[in-house]
């Protein structure tokens, strides 16, 4: 039986030391990287060396009052997916930061974990000398040092990215309403929107998708900016996108209409 669902953007990621308790921070193991995506600008660096090498990552999408935090580290064997807060404690000490989170394997031989936190949560990253992250009795410990260069190289790409869009980077960000979807996305689908093939070959996963909206509220663009690794599904998130969604267009301080993004999350699973 299939089973479709939506949510809004992505969830977040955590590990753990090997004993579950705070270990000493892992030391950086190179540099800061600014990588410029298609429709993201991540920053990463590694930490730690070996088994106990991770790849800590943070993802920013212009048009989003949200970031993800995902973290990488080689697991033997595969680990499913699994839902937890993930508690970021930064030092110097700060309120902690609670975010929903997922962990588990897509493949062999790698853990992965993913989160969202605010803009506001950004700010208090950007600043720490170190991050402990908790999840699901996993610990990860960072020697951050701080990430003041590195995110403001990304607020750089971020304004190149809506410049490739089409958009102005100070009028984006002037925006003072969002865009709103006139109907709720979940019930932009139905069960008998799975494909039959998929549904055949029991084809799962989840489709991340950027929505061009434009002034008129109308539907610009639909594009498939993580994917789902079955093209059917893909392809049919954003048909189905196509045929349904409606918008109200975001609006600037004084009220003019503009063009903008919103970042959707489908997940489809066929249910034995």
């Known amino acids: 039986m299939p089973l479709l669902s939506t949510l809004v953007l992505l969830a977040a990621t955590s590990a753990k030391s090997q004993d579950g308790a705070p270990a000493a921070p892992l030391k950086p193991a190179g540099s800061w990287v600014v990588d410029y995506a298609d429709n993201a ?16 990552v943070l993802v920013l999408m212009p048009g989003r009052d949200t970031n993800q935090i995902v973290i990488q ?5 595969k680990e499913r997916i699994r839902e937890g807060d993930l508690v970021i404690t ?3 000490g700060s309120p902690p930061i609670t975010a929903r989170a997922t962990s588990g394997s897509v493949k062999a031989g790698s853990r ?14 950007e600043s720490a000398k170190s991050l402990m992250l908790a999840h699901r009795g996993q610990v990860i410990h960072l020697a951050t040092n701080g ?27 002037n925006i003072a309403i969002r865009a709103k979807a006139t109907l709720s996305p979940a019930k932009w689908v139905t069960n008998d929107d799975y494909p039959d093939e998929s549904v055949r070959m029991g084809e799962s996963g ?9 002034a008129d509220g109308k539907l610009a663009a639909c594009t498939v900016i993580s994917s789902s690794t079955f093209k059917r599904l893909d392809e049919a998130t954003c048909a189905m ?26 997940r489809w699973q066929v249910l034995n």
């Not at 600008?41 to 800590?56: H, I, L, P």
């Not at 974990?113 to 208090?124: D, K, P």
């Open 41 to 56: 600008c991540n920053v990463a660096r590694v930490f730690g060396t070996g088994e106990q090498r991770v790849t800590f």
């Open 73 to 77: 580290r080689a697991h033997d064997g």
């Open 90 to 92: 930064t030092a110097p």
């Open 112 to 125: 992965l974990l993913h989160a969202t936190i605010g803009r506001e949560e950004l700010l208090q990253i």
């Open 147 to 173: 990430m003041k260069t590195p995110l403001a190289a990304a607020l750089t790409c971020e304004d190149d990215l809506l410049r490739t869009w089409g958009a102005d980077p100070a009028e984006f960000r």
């Open 206 to 214: 989840s489709v991340g998708v950027r929505l061009d909206i434009a």
């Open 241 to 266: 996108i196509r045929r349904r969604a409606r918008y109200e267009p975001a609006r600037l301080t004084d009220g003019k209409a503009v063009a903008s993004a919103a970042f959707l999350r489908f």
